[in-house]
Each structure stands twice: as structure tokens, then as C-alpha cells.
């Protein structure tokens, strides 16, 4: 009798404890335990975020991060609410959306200065120099999604409707692009573009990319989240979290650091070709570090309050939620 | 039972509600992780007219979905409830097609049926059939040896009598089998218009959930529950109509 309620007591503090906050247990060594919820499945998106905790730099910073992925059902914000997550990664209308409904988030960092959301086409088919060039050409759009509001803000800035272009509601799969029923298809030019470039390269096709940026639309990819709170009362834990986490993704996109950080991408994104994530390697160096000068991490504050803007006119949110005051660069 | 069926689902999403409510409030959460009343009520009057056509658009599928996969398990069943090589391979091939993860069959599915009317109905039917097939395996494996004695004893016996009075003698296991079945129906919709449709509740719900808005997940799980309850409710009438008249039939 006495094992057996010995035993349901180890079972009941088992659950208890998965339902302890994160950071709440200190680890080993004294070490501050953290929490780090992503956006996505482990893929070169999140290179510098793996590089970081892979190469020691949290270590250094006397910090036990566990990076967790995320995934289409994850929401980083609300994790930091629940109290599941210390520091999370999340796109710019994820936060807007969040402060509209009176969610307490600060934004760390802008890892992306470029989104990577862009339209694959093939040149050889269909020429997109302009906007308008997508007038009568049939694009694939993620309804509720990213792009939807990326390509209306696109027709709209150069007068055109959507009546204009034949809209193709996108699945998750790229096969209506592969058949040509779509002119163009809403890719993540860094981690799905050089997969479907090879591909198609394969089958004796050329393809290019429409990249809204070039054309005046800015629209914030992921960046480095955590909660008021966090960021009041911790604000040593963390200043050594950004620092620490930003050495990392400047390591991983130093051309001498390349083999490593293959080496890193390759023990978490097991099913992509070696060929492919040197691609998607390089191809994500240009999106996080466009420009030397530049650091991994700088706000390019006119993006955000275009991408506030943007929503505001789209009505996904009622009213100005002053993005520009949550920026926090640590 | 209709009116009863309405209320008990009320009362059920009411305490769910209640409980998300007393979590909000006792955190402190904000309207972003779990929305207030005045703005699951503003999303209600905003969407229900959206929403409701889009329920009723799932719950057809659903209805076809449902006829196509109790057609298909009454076929199975009666032919797998033999213990021959056949009926034992109709078994093996029924389970094994059920033992693949819709996610993965889908793709599949798309590219042969593109992602109109027929994937979703399709879908549908698959997750739906297999636990009325289960049922109707159990049902017709099993002889109803006092009233199938004396029709084997006198040389009477064929397989469509046979299936006939096992299905008689368990009318009321196989109603109430077949309006269960309408929640995995409808369920089976859902998943097959979340996956990649685009139109029904299903593609209402990936929406919101891309725009993160769980009032309207709340409003569109509201708008199904009470559907369903419904639906349910005639089900079980008609069953119960059924029963009576093979009573008086009797």
C-alpha cells in the first residue's frame, strides 16, 4: 500500500513540475534557466538561434537556454503570458496584433532586416519588373496569412484591385505552382526557395523571385520577443540573453564561421541536401546582413510603423498601437 | 431528446467558457492570449452570418461524407464478416488503409481530386467509416444463433437473411453507431478543410488561427457544437422512428 502511494506521489509531482514556469527552476552550476520559444521548425531561419546555443555562447553568458521550436499552432507571445516561455521569436504583425489586444511584449531585436516572404516565378513564363506586371497573372495567396496583406498592400500602392490578378488560394504544398495553375507562389526565399529553385532546376526550368521590398512594401519578418515584465524586473538576465544571442547569429553569417555553422544547421535540419544549406546559408546571410555596416538585430523603425500602418488600413487592427514604443534595444 | 441535446451542448460550452473566463481573469491575461466578453460578443455579431454559411456548407459534406462511409462499412462489414481467406483480407486491407495519418494521404489526395468539393468528401468519408466498420465487423461477425439455427437447420439460409437478422436483432447498436458517427463526420470535414480546402469552417478556423484570433475560434467551435447537437438530435429521432416501426412490424 505504501509503495503504491509513494508511487502516485512521485507521478503527481511529475506533472506538478511540468507545469512549473519557465525559469523558475535554477540550473545546475547556477546557472539561469531560460526558456526559448520559437517561430518555426529547427531551419536556417533560426541559424544564428541554434549557433548561440550550440557554440556556447549562452554558456558564456552563464545562461542555460533551451530552444524550443515552434510551428504553425505555437504563439510565442502568448507563451511569455502564460509564463511558458521567457524570450520568443515572432513576426511584426504578431506583435502589433498582440498590443492591440493589450498584450504586455517588448520587442528585443529585429533579426530579419529584410522579409523573407517573397513570390516565386518562372521568368520564362511570366516578366515581373513592376507591380503591375502582376496585372491579369493568377498569384498564390495564403488567406489570413502574411502575404495575403503583403500583396494587397502591393495592388493597392499602385492603384490596382483585386480583380486585377486571379487569386489562388495556397495550401501547403507547392503542386498547383509546379503544375502552372499559379503564375506565382509565396515562398521563404531562404529556406523553400533554394529547395524549389534545385527542383525545378532538375526539370529544366529557371525561376526568380518578387521581392516586395523592392517595390516599397516592408513588412517586418521575426524578431527577438519577451514580456514587460521580463524586461522590468530582469533586465540584467535580459541584456546577457541579447548580447549572447546576438553574438550568435553574427558568429554563424561570418564567412570563416560557414563550415561550423553547416555543421550546426546540419545536426537540426536533417533532411535538406548539404548543396541546399549552403544555398539557404548564403541566401539568409543577405536577409539578416544585407549590409556590413549593419548589425544583426538593428530596428529599421520605418518598416514597423510602415507594417502598423499597413494593418491599420487593412483593419486587422482598430486602432494605432505606437509599435515604435515597445522597440527596446537592450 | 432535440431540445435536450441543445441545452446539455449549451451548458457544456458555457462551462468551457466560464473556465477560460476565470483563467483570464485570476492571470491577468490579456485579450490577446484569451479574449474578453465584449470582444468574443463583438466577434460573434461581426462573423455569425460568415460562419454560420460556412457550418452549413461543412455539415453537408459531412451529411454526403457520412452516407458514403456507413455505405462503404455495411459493404465491408458484410463481406469481412466471413471467416474465409476473403473476408479476412477485406479486414486486413480496411485496417491497413486506416492506419495511414490523413496528413500524409492528403497530398495524395490533392493531386488527384484537386481541393474542391470531392477531397473534403473524401476525407471525410475515411476518418468517418472506420468506426462504424468496426461496429458493423462486430455486429455481423456475430450470429444470432437462436433465430439463424432453425433457418440452417431447414436449408433457408442465404447471406442476405443472414445479414438481415443480424442487423435487426442490433438496430439499435447500429443507430446509435451511425449518429456518433456524425461528430466524426463532421470532424472528418473539418480536418480535410483545414488541411486545404478552401471553403467550410475548416478554412474559417486556419485563417483565424493564422491571424492568431481566438474569438473567432471560439465563435466557429460555438457555431459547430450547436450544428452538430442538432444534427445529432434528428439522428437519434429517426433512429428511435426506425426502432418503433420495426416493432410494430413485429
Known amino acids: 500500500m505504501k509503495k503504491i502511494w509513494t508511487g502516485f506521489l512521485f507521478v503527481i509531482l511529475l506533472t506538478a513540475a511540468q507545469f512549473l514556469p519557465a525559469g523558475l527552476l535554477a540550473a545546475e552550476g547556477g546557472k539561469e534557466q531560460l526558456t526559448y520559444r520559437l517561430k518555426w521548425l529547427f531551419n536556417v531561419s533560426v541559424m544564428g538561434d541554434l549557433y548561440a546555443g550550440e557554440m556556447g555562447f549562452f554558456e558564456g553568458a552563464n545562461l542555460d537556454v533551451t530552444v524550443k521550436e515552434g510551428g504553425p499552432e505555437r504563439d510565442a507571445i502568448r507563451e511569455l503570458e502564460l509564463g511558458y516561455a521567457d524570450f520568443g521569436v515572432a513576426s511584426a504583425d504578431q506583435v502589433i496584433r498582440a498590443l492591440s489586444k493589450g498584450s504586455p511584449v517588448v520587442v528585443l531585436a529585429q533579426l530579419f532586416q529584410v522579409n523573407p516572404l517573397q513570390w516565386i516565378y518562372r521568368p520564362d513564363r511570366v516578366e515581373i519588373t513592376q507591380v503591375k506586371d502582376l496585372k491579369a497573372k493568377t498569384v498564390g495567396v495564403t488567406f489570413g496569412g502574411n502575404d495575403e496583406t503583403i500583396m494587397r498592400t502591393l495592388l493597392a500602392s499602385q492603384g490596382l484591385s483585386e480583380g486585377d490578378v486571379r487569386i489562388y488560394s495556397v495550401r501547403y504544398d507547392y503542386t498547383p505552382f509546379y503544375r502552372r495553375k499559379a503564375d506565382l507562389w509565396p515562398v521563404y526565399v531562404n529556406s523553400q526557395g533554394p529547395i524549389i529553385s534545385w527542383k525545378l532546376k532538375r526539370a529544366g526550368e529557371r525561376v526568380a523571385f518578387f521581392d516586395p521590398s523592392a517595390h516599397g512594401v516592408k513588412f517586418v519578418a521575426n524578431s527577438v520577443v519577451t514580456s514587460v515584465r521580463m524586461a522590468r524586473e530582469h533586465p540584467d538576465t535580459v541584456k546577457r540573453f541579447m548580447q549572447a544571442l546576438l553574438q550568435g547569429w553574427e558568429a554563424a553569417f561570418k564567412p570563416e564561421n560557414s563550415k561550423a555553422a553547416l555543421e550546426v544547421l546540419s545536426k537540426y535540419d536533417r533532411d535538406t541536401p548539404r548543396p541546399i544549406l549552403e544555398k539557404q546559408l548564403a541566401m539568409t546571410r543577405k536577409l539578416v546582413k544585407p549590409d556590413d555596416s549593419v548589425d544583426i538585430g538593428t530596428f529599421d523603425r520605418e518598416a514597423w510603423q510602415q507594417t502598423e500602418r499597413i494593418m491599420l488600413e487593412q483593419q486587422q487592427i482598430k486602432a494605432p498601437v505606437g509599435v515604435d514604443k515597445v522597440l527596446i534595444q537592450f | ?250
Open chain 2, 1 to 250: 431528446m432535440l431540445p435536450r441535446r441543445i441545452y446539455q451542448f449549451l451548458i457544456i460550452f458555457l462551462l468551457g467558457i466560464a473556465v477560460l473566463f476565470a483563467v483570464k481573469y485570476l492571470f491577468g491575461l490579456s485579450d490577446y492570449v484569451i479574449p474578453s466578453p465584449a470582444d468574443l460578443r463583438d466577434t460573434l455579431a461581426a462573423v455569425y452570418k460568415h460562419y454560420g454559411a460556412d457550418v452549413a456548407s461543412t455539415l453537408s459534406v459531412a451529411i454526403i461524407g457520412q452516407v458514403v462511409s456507413i455505405f462503404l462499412a455495411l459493404m465491408v462489414g458484410i463481406l469481412g464478416r466471413q471467416t474465409t481467406w476473403f473476408g479476412s483480407f477485406i479486414k486486413v486491407a480496411a485496417y491497413n488503409v486506416q492506419a495511414y495519418p490523413i496528413v500524409a494521404i492528403a497530398p495524395i489526395i490533392f493531386i488527384l481530386f484537386g481541393d474542391g468539393f470531392f477531397s473534403r468528401l473524401l476525407i471525410a468519408a475515411m476518418i468517418c467509416y472506420f468506426p462504424i466498420l468496426l461496429s458493423v465487423l462486430g455486429i455481423m461477425s456475430e450470429p444470432v444463433k437462436e433465430i439463424e439455427h432453425f433457418y440452417r437447420v431447414t436449408g433457408r439460409m442465404r447471406w442476405q437473411l443472414e445479414v438481415k437478422i443480424r442487423a435487426f436483432e442490433n438496430l439499435n447498436k447500429l443507430t446509435t453507431v451511425i449518429s456518433g458517427s456524425a461528430t466524426l463526420a463532421m470532424a472528418g470535414t473539418i480536418v480535410a478543410e483545414f488541411i486545404a480546402a478552401n471553403a467550410g469552417i475548416g478554412y474559417s478556423i486556419r485563417i483565424a488561427l493564422y491571424q492568431s484570433d481566438l474569438s473567432k475560434i471560439l465563435v466557429a467551435l460555438f457555431l459547430i457544437g450547436i450544428t452538430l447537437a442538432i444534427y445529432q438530435g434528428l439522428l437519434e429521432a429517426a433512429g428511435r422512428m426506425i426502432g418503433k416501426g420495426v416493432t410494430v412490424t413485429r
